[in-house]
């Protein structure tokens, strides 16, 4: 089947800063644009030589592709992935966003959000067998978000009753171990103390600088 695209839409295809590559129903590449051939399009594996040189390679497998681009710590998740994208039946009808992992040729972890739009065809009643699938690069987001993760893992709350001496206001620990109230929020906090004497315990303790304290007042 013939798709017959103009020169303006083929010059805003090749001119877009998004990665871009049309798919068919069976997950071949058939085209794609120059800002994928200089990104993306680079880790795509050399072609074995095999039979006559004159024999054109095959078309790359994109879900092949992400497959083989994935980090070790980040193979269930992009499995997870291709499997959603491989229950897609023929032909396209919706679309679809997913977020992937990737390892550069300088074993750099990447994360592009590639977003799939089945390519509508002059004729409305005909479904489509192609896709658009586009790549944004969004490491710069996903580390600020694990940035964030591990801050907030990091950040310690006190929540519900506390049990505190009557007498000494010593605190009760989880081992039931009694603590001071500056040990026990160390612990439980992110609060550092230094030390001070209010007005109350000044005037209990020493007397004498009293009338300083209620000239201050």
Known sequence: MRYLISDLERLSFQSMQHQLIIVDHNWIIRSCNTAWQHGLGQLLPNPSVTGSSRTAPEPPHYLHLIEGWTLREEKTMNAKIVQEL????????????????????HN?????????????????????????????????????????????????TLRGLLPICAVCKQIKDEQDSWNSVE???????????????????????????????????
Not at 86 to 105: E, G, L
Not at 184 to 213: G, Q
């Open 86 to 105: 491989k229950s897609i039946t023929a032909p396209f009808k919706d679309s679809y966003t997913y977020d992937i992992a990737v390892q550069t040729v």
């Open 108 to 156: 750099e972890q990447r994360w592009f959000r590639l977003e799939l739009t089945p390519l509508i065809q002059a004729d409305p009643s005909l479904l489509s067998d192609l896709a658009l699938i586009a790549h944004t690069d969004v490491t710069e987001q996903k580390q600020t978000e694990c940035q964030l993760k591990k801050a907030l893992s990091e950040v310690r």
């Open 183 to 217: 040990s026990y929020l160390e612990k439980h906090t992110h609060a550092e103390f230094t030390h001070d004497i209010c007005p109350d315990c000044i005037r209990r303790l020493y007397p004498k600088y009293s009338n300083i304290l209620d000239k201050r007042s």
